[in-house]
């Protein structure tokens, strides 16, 4: 079993920068998978940024050149995952949700990632 729990949300000026955490807990989580995705009220949820086991990175369009994702997996069994959000827009508001997963590709599809957050809420005001 894994156990993620996101902090760093909040409400912020569009423009303005932003650190999420996921802490990681559970199994060798250096050979799973993580993931950022957000969801809105009445969308659903919405690929952000991935990490591979290997530490190869992935964006989404919107997001590209304004986030970065790492990981710090230094701890076999405890690690973060982290999103830096830079000049942050309104349309980036949202719950945003930690993911891990055996994936393997397709890293923005959340159907395949098994285990999930409770999330972080951000909001951009304009």
């Known amino acids: 079993q894994v156990q993620l729990v996101e902090s760093g949300g909040g409400l912020v000026q569009a423009g303005a920068s932003l650190s999420l955490t996921c802490g990681a807990s559970?199994?060798?989580?250096?050979?799973?998978?993580m993931a950022w995705f957000r969801q809105t009220p009445g969308k659903e949820r919405e690929f952000v940024s991935a990490i591979s086991r290997l530490s190869s990175t992935y964006y989404s369009d919107s997001v590209k050149g304004r986030f970065t994702i790492s990981r710090d997996n230094s701890k076999i069994t405890q690690y973060t995952l982290y999103l830096y959000l830079k000049s942050l827009k309104p349309e980036d508001t949202g719950v945003y949700y930690c993911a891990a997963g055996v994936v393997s590709g397709g890293y923005s599809y959340a159907r395949r990632y098994d285990y999930w957050g409770q999330g972080t809420q951000v909001t951009v005001s304009s």
């Open positions: 559970g199994r060798t989580l250096s050979n799973y998978d």
